[in-house]
C-alpha cells in the first residue's frame, strides 16, 4: 500500500481561509440580488434540497470546527482521512436532517437574514483559523467518529467546502474559480480513498495535475505504458468520486477517457455518502 499523502498544514489552512471567502461572497450575492427569495427557494442536485437547505449546510459546515475546537477528545486511535471518506456513508441521514433543521431555524428568514447568518459562520471559521493551536502537529480533534488530527480535520473541510461549493455553482448557474490548493487537496484524498477501496494494480487513475494512483484487482502493472488507464479533469473526478455524475454520462461527455477492459470504474463509484 502507498505511503499516505502528506498535506501542508499552513496550505490547509490558507486553502480553506481563501474557500470560504469565496462561499461567503457567492452567499452574499446571491442574498442581494432581484429575486433572492425564489433563488433560496430553487432546486439542487441534492435530491430534494433547495438552495437554502444548501446554504444553511454549509454554514454547519464552516461552523463546526470554532464550535467544537474546544471541547474534550475522546480516547482512541485518530481516525485517518481515507477512514473518515469511507465513514460518510453513515451519516447521509444525519447530515440532511440537520441541514434541514438550520434551514428551518437559523436559516428561515428572509434573505438578509441568511446573509447574516452565513455571514457568522465565516468570520466564526476564519477567526478560527488563525488560532495558535491549529499549528500544532499533534493536536487531536473531536469529530464525529472519534478523534481526528487536528490537521487532518482542516482537510476534511476543504472536501465539504469545495464539493458543496460546486453544488451551490451548479445550483446557481455560476463558474466558481475554486482555489487551486484546495481542489488539489480533495483530488488526492478522494483519489486515495479510491485507491484504498477498491485496492489492486491493474488500473492506472490520472486527474492531472494532482494525482496518479493505481487500484483494481488484477495484474499488477510494473513497468512502460499502463494497460488499464483512466484519465480525467480535477472537477469531473471530485463529482465522479461524491455522487454528482455517473460513469456512463462523464465517459459520453469525454471528460473521462478510460482505456483497457479493467478500466470501467462503475462498479466503485462513488466513494462518499
Known amino acids: 500500500m502507498a505511503e499516505p499523502r502528506t498535506y501542508d498544514p499552513a496550505e490547509v489552512r490558507a486553502a480553506l481561509a481563501g ?150 455553482a451548479v445550483a446557481l448557474g455560476l463558474d466558481l474559480p475554486h482555489e487551486r490548493q484546495a481542489v488539489a487537496a480533495v483530488v488526492g484524498l478522494l483519489a486515495d480513498a479510491f485507491a484504498a477501496q477498491v485496492p489492486g494494480s491493474s488500473v492506472e487513475l490520472r486527474i492531472p495535475p494532482y494525482a496518479v494512483v493505481q487500484a483494481v484487482p488484477g495484474p499488477r502493472h510494473t513497468r512502460g505504458t499502463a494497460p488499464h488507464v483512466v484519465e480525467t479533469d480535477p472537477l469531473t473526478w471530485i463529482r465522479l468520486a461524491t455522487g454528482r455524475t455517473d460513469w456512463a454520462s462523464a465517459v459520453e461527455a469525454a471528460t473521462v477517457r478510460a482505456s483497457g477492459e479493467r478500466s470501467d470504474l462503475a462498479a466503485y463509484l462513488p466513494l462518499l455518502g
Do not use: N, Y
Open 19 to 168: 474557500q470560504t471567502e469565496l462561499l461567503h461572497g457567492t452567499v452574499r450575492a446571491l442574498c442581494a440580488a432581484p429575486g433572492a427569495e425564489r433563488a433560496l427557494a430553487g432546486p439542487t442536485r441534492l435530491g430534494d434540497w433547495t438552495v437554502r437547505e444548501l446554504v444553511a449546510h454549509l454554514a454547519i459546515v464552516l461552523e463546526w470546527l470554532p464550535q467544537h475546537l474546544d471541547q474534550p477528545v475522546p480516547e482512541g486511535r485518530p481516525v485517518s482521512l481515507v477512514e473518515w471518506t469511507e465513514g460518510t456513508r453513515r451519516l447521509s441521514a444525519t447530515v440532511d436532517m440537520v441541514a434541514r433543521e438550520h434551514a428551518e431555524g437559523a436559516f428561515a428568514g428572509t434573505p438578509q437574514e441568511v446573509a447574516s447568518a452565513f455571514d457568522r459562520a465565516a468570520d466564526a471559521l476564519l477567526a478560527a483559523l488563525d488560532r495558535p493551536e491549529l499549528g500544532e502537529p499533534k493536536r487531536l480533534f473531536a469529530m464525529r467518529f472519534g478523534p481526528m488530527l487536528l490537521s487532518d480535520f482542516l482537510v476534511t473541510r476543504l472536501v465539504e467546502t469545495v464539493v458543496h461549493g460546486d453544488d451551490l
